[in-house]
C-alpha cells in the first residue's frame, strides 16, 4: 500500500488539473463566443442594419460585461423602433433598469422598471428589481408593497418570499424604534 502511495498523489493530482484545465477552457470557449457575436452585432450597429433584437442582444452582453454605460445606450436605442412590441419594450426597459441599478441611479432604475411594470403588469422580475431599488432607496413601504405585487402574480417567487420575510422583519424593528424615539 505505501509503494502505491505516490502513484496515488500523482493520480489525483493529475485528475484535479484535468478538471480545472476542463472548466477554464470551457470558459475561454463561452467568452470567445460572446465576444465573437459582440463583433457582429456592433458592425451590424456601424451598417445600420441591426433589427431591434440585436439591439437588444448587444445591450444585454454589455450589460454581462459589467459595461453598464454602453450597454444602456444601446437598449435605449432600441426603444427607438416603433415596431417593438409592448411586451418586448417591458424586457427593454427592464433591462435598462438592471443597468442603471448597478451603477446606483436608483432613481432611473425605478423610472425604468415602472415604465417596463406599465407594459407588462405581470412582469414578476421588473417587479422584484422594482422592489430592490426601492429597498437600495430605503423605501421599505414601498418596496414591500411591490414584493406583495409580485407574490400575487407567481406566489412561489422565492425571491420576493425571501426578501418580502427580511423587510417585514427590518420594518416591525424600524417602527419599534420609531415608537420607543417618540415616547422619549
Known amino acids: 500500500m505505501q509503494d502505491n502511495l505516490p502513484f496515488l498523489y500523482l493520480l489525483m493530482l493529475v485528475l484535479i488539473l484535468a478538471t480545472a484545465g476542463y ?3 470551457r ?3 463561452r467568452t470567445r463566443k460572446k465576444e465573437k457575436r459582440i463583433s457582429e452585432l456592433q458592425k451590424k450597429l456601424k451598417d445600420e442594419s441591426a433589427t431591434p433584437k440585436e439591439y437588444y442582444e ?3 452582453l ?4 459589467k459595461l453598464y454605460v454602453q450597454g444602456t445606450k444601446i437598449l435605449q436605442k432600441a426603444l427607438k423602433f416603433s415596431e417593438v412590441e409592448p411586451e418586448n419594450r417591458a424586457l427593454i426597459y427592464n433591462a435598462i433598469g438592471y443597468g442603471y441599478f448597478a451603477q446606483q441611479q436608483y432613481d432611473l432604475a425605478i423610472r425604468n422598471y415602472k415604465e417596463a411594470i406599465k407594459l407588462y403588469p405581470e412582469y414578476v422580475i421588473a417587479l422584484n428589481n422594482l422592489a ?3 429597498d437600495q432607496k430605503k423605501l421599505t413601504a414601498q418596496a414591500i408593497e411591490t414584493y406583495e405585487q409580485a407574490l ?4 412561489e417567487n422565492e425571491t420576493a418570499n425571501r426578501r418580502l420575510e ?3 422583519k427590518r ?3 424600524e417602527e419599534t424604534q420609531q415608537e420607543q424615539t417618540s415616547k422619549s
Open 62 to 65: 454589455y450589460l454581462q460585461k
Open 132 to 134: 430592490n431599488a426601492y
Open 152 to 155: 400575487q402574480y407567481d406566489p
Open 27 to 29: 470558459q475561454v470557449l
Open 171 to 173: 420594518f416591525s424593528k
Open 23 to 25: 472548466f477554464i477552457f
Open 166 to 168: 427580511k423587510l417585514r
Open 58 to 60: 448587444l445591450g444585454n
